[in-house]
């Protein structure tokens, strides 16, 4: 008797193993997305474990570049340097697929009186050259930088858009996600930050203007599908070869109509 009630319980907790697993490595930003399509896919396709983790843009390039990950997610372009790399390991460069549209949001404490700065004056506020709110139209108190650590897709992305290659100031507060950020604006009235817009709870994301006779956008729907919200980006899948079978159809699901209003859903933008 004992023998089969140890059996039945051995039975119970017996854990099938799946028939294949995809690993998906990356961009911090993309975790909530990503995790998300992961969930509603395999909850329609038994047999499959899609593990999703995050890291950085830069972490999984080079997990996709080590072998380590099936697909890379990132919120900026691979490098150059990046590519090579995997050309000289792999004999072929990496596959880019588009996945969603994204708004690099500005945020800052709700209780911030400023409503919206220009690419100049955020490009000068994050290289030093502003540090009181005052210089643009807020309160009388120094501005506290918050960005993300230099392996983020969003902290490239930004360096090279936003600051066009020149350095954060010194005193920039650099967290390892997005989520760290958002969470330090909010109890920091006189702090700035940047990030994904679908992050933007608990605070407010300024609007932008192109330059300073440019209208402020908001980083809206409508604003980052028209191309006007200034501080547009792609969000992107890297795999080493051309995706078939499992990945394809994760892939594929990403891209279609469910997984497209996953995006949406989820706070980012679809690609149509």
């Known amino acids: 008797m004992t023998f089969i009630l140890a059996t039945l319980m051995l ?10 697993t995809l690993t998906v490595k990356g961009s911090d930003t993309m975790v909530i997305l990503v995790q998300q399509w992961a969930e509603r896919y395999m909850g329609s396709h038994k047999g499959i474990e899609i593990q999703v983790t995050g890291g950085g843009s830069g ?21 150059p340097s990046e590519a090579q790399k ?60 918050y960005g993300r650590e230099n392996n983020s897709g969003t902290y490239a992305y930004f360096k090279e858009e936003v600051l066009l290659n020149s350095d954060f100031a010194v005193q ?14 909010s109890r920091d009235v006189n702090g700035i930050g940047y990030g994904g817009s ?18 402020a956008m908001s980083p809206t729907l409508k604003n980052i599908m028209s191309g006007d919200y200034p501080i547009t980006r792609f ?7 051309r995706p078939e079978g499992a990945m394809k159809n994760f892939i594929d699901y990403a891209l279609g109509a469910e997984g497209q209003k996953l995006v949406a859903d989820v706070g980012y933008f679809p690609l149509r």
């Open 11 to 20: 039975l119970a907790t017996t854990v099938v193993p799946p028939d294949e």
């Open 172 to 185: 920039t507060q650099s967290l390892p996600g997005t989520a760290g950020v958002v969470n330090a604006i």
């Open 59 to 79: 972490t999984g390039i080079s997990a996709l570049i080590n072998g380590t990950t099936d697909v890379c997610a990132s919120s900026r372009p691979m490098k």
């Open 198 to 215: 679908a992050y933007g709870k608990g605070i407010r994301e300024l609007s932008v203007r192109k330059d300073p006779n440019s209208p």
């Open 235 to 241: 969000l992107y899948f890297y795999t080493r070869v």
């Open 86 to 145: 995997l050309r000289e390991k792999y004999g072929r460069g990496a596959v880019e697929i588009k996945v969603a549209k994204d708004g690099v949001a500005l945020y800052v404490n709700d209780k911030n009186p400023v409503k919206d700065l220009s690419i100049e004056q955020i490009r000068k506020i994050y290289s030093g050259k502003i540090r009181n709110w005052k210089e643009v139209g807020g309160l009388d108190a120094r501005i506290i930088l």
